[in-house]
């Protein structure tokens, strides 16, 4: 899987941008409790204060590790905790005013207000969004998580992974590969696969991680955990056995309170990760609005060419398996699904994980005439300037695809691939991609499309997103169709 890490404080976000918002808010509450009527905030030394007492607060909590096991405190941990905080964040404070010689000039009243409520509101805060996380952790979150292990284990996975979901995984399923317990389930969690069927299952439903926990050395299966970190899925290693596994980038980690060696085909930097989503953000609102003013020309020309819906939405494979719906506009006839089983014969590429062919009847306006010459309709427009694509952007809005990754392959493509392919579906899927403005027309064999995305998977940068996004506009300007 291409992982993304939040190592150390960023795997608390939530929790230090809470404390900061604690902090803002004593700060004025200790004015408010201050005797007198003065605006102290006129004065040039209070605006300062607040900017550096946010900024003290935020360098002891990267310093002190204020929210290690934060999940794991109990009540009175957690209160010492928050006095702990206020009291490291008010004594650099003090030092601050003593440096710059304001000590005497700053309301104590004022200064002690703020460090007694920050103590109390930043504790009160805390338990809350515990309180709530830790209802979170019951329920699961998104990522989903396949637990391989052995049957003499499920205690040990009952009690350090399921009732410590400090990370909020969904437990999709289980495999048991020491004996065959298919169909039933153990503590809620599906029993799906035996080892001989879990590569199958793997590669044909949703998992964004997989766990192994094996306990015994000799039952460790190194090549079936090689074939799954190959597929492009994370694999997390219970560290009872410490074990030199030949692929993937390589980490220590917890999955509960459970330390394992976590393996993936690629890292990214999470700072750059947020680029990236944040640069699909904006993109496709930039692209949503073009795709609007789109529909009002072309939503007139496709119905009268073809009556029917103006959009084409098909079921499509996200990253890891997801499920979700594309949009396009439609440049097809509405019975062109029905029709492409009957043209596969025709299939532009090798085997059946893609389809292309340069004669598609199923396009509207598309048709060829008796002497053999192909007469281009509407829907060849739409399609060889892209602008079919355009409603995808609403797909990168809502998170379902970026701007650039894979092709996001049709539920009947993605039934036929095998492990290797898997890997290429680690990423988001995107509008345009590696293979869309490098291969295409060139590349027809699906296992070389396999090789480039993950190529662009395990060697992605920024930088090679935006030499992607360049080449892609440079392609559709010269009509030779990047998407």
Request: a positive charge; hydrophobic letters at 45%; charged letters at 25%.
């Amino acid at each position: 899987m291409y992982r993304k890490r939040f190592r150390g404080w960023a795997k608390h976000l939530d929790f230090i941008i809470l404390d900061i918002l604690s902090l803002a808010a004593s700060f004025a509450l200790g004015f408010v409790v201050r005797p007198g009527r003065v605006n102290l905030m006129r004065g040039q030394l209070y605006r300062n204060m607040l900017f550096i007492i946010l900024l003290i607060d935020l360098v002891v909590i990267l310093f002190a590790g204020t929210f290690k096991n934060v999940l794991k405190r109990g009540i009175l941990s957690e209160a010492a905790a928050s006095v702990r905080q206020a009291v490291y964040v008010g004594v650099f404070g003090v030092f601050y005013l003593y440096l710059i010689h304001s000590s005497g000039a700053y309301s104590r009243f004022a200064y002690m207000s703020m460090m007694v409520i920050y103590a109390g509101l930043s504790f009160a805060v805390r338990s809350l969004w515990k309180s709530f996380l830790h209802r979170k952790m019951e329920e699961g979150g998104k990522i989903q998580l396949f637990i391989v292990t052995t049957s003499d284990r499920i205690p040990f996975i009952k009690e350090n992974i399921l009732d410590r979901n400090y990370q909020m995984y969904h437990f999709s399923a289980a495999a048991i590969i020491d004996r065959d317990m298919k169909g039933t389930e153990f503590y809620g969690v599906p029993v799906a696969a035996d080892q001989d069927t879990l590569i199958d299952y793997l590669t044909r439903n949703w998992v964004d991680e997989v766990l192994f926990d094996i306990a015994s050395a000799e039952d460790f299966p190194k090549e079936l955990i090689n074939e799954v970190i190959n597929m492009g899925i994370t694999v997390h290693l219970t560290l009872q056995k410490l074990i030199d596994m030949e692929g993937g980038e390589k980490s220590i980690e917890k999955v509960g309170t459970c330390p394992v060696i976590t393996a993936s085909i690629a890292e990214v930097n999470p700072g750059e990760y947020l680029i990236k989503r944040i640069t699909d953000i904006v993109g496709s609102v930039i692209g949503c609005a073009i795709t609007l003013v789109l529909t009002v020309i072309l939503g007139p020309l496709i119905y009268i060419a073809s009556p029917g819906p103006i959009f084409f939405h098909q079921t499509r494979i996200g990253q890891n398996g997801r499920k979700f719906e594309m949009y396009k506009f439609r440049s097809m006839y509405p019975d062109a699904e029905e029709r492409k089983k009957e043209l596969m014969r025709e299939n532009g590429l090798k085997e059946g994980q893609m389809f292309k062919m340069k004669y598609d009847p199923r396009i509207i306006g598309c048709r060829k005439l008796p002497d053999g010459t192909i007469k281009r309709g509407i829907g060849n427009f739409i399609r060889d300037t892209s602008l079919d694509e355009f409603p995808q952007f609403f797909n990168v809005l809502k998170g379902d695809m970026s701007l650039v990754g894979t092709r996001p392959p049709t539920v009947d493509e993605w039934e036929q691939y095998n492990p290797y392919h898997r890997s290429r579906m680690s990423v988001r899927p995107g509008i345009t991609g590696i293979w869309q403005v490098e291969g295409r027309g060139k590349v027809l064999d699906f296992d070389d499309v396999a090789r480039m995305d993950r190529e662009y998977i395990e060697h992605w940068s920024i930088g090679l997103d935006i030499r992607i996004l360049c080449r892609t506009v440079y392609v559709v300007i010269t009509r030779r169709g990047a998407m």
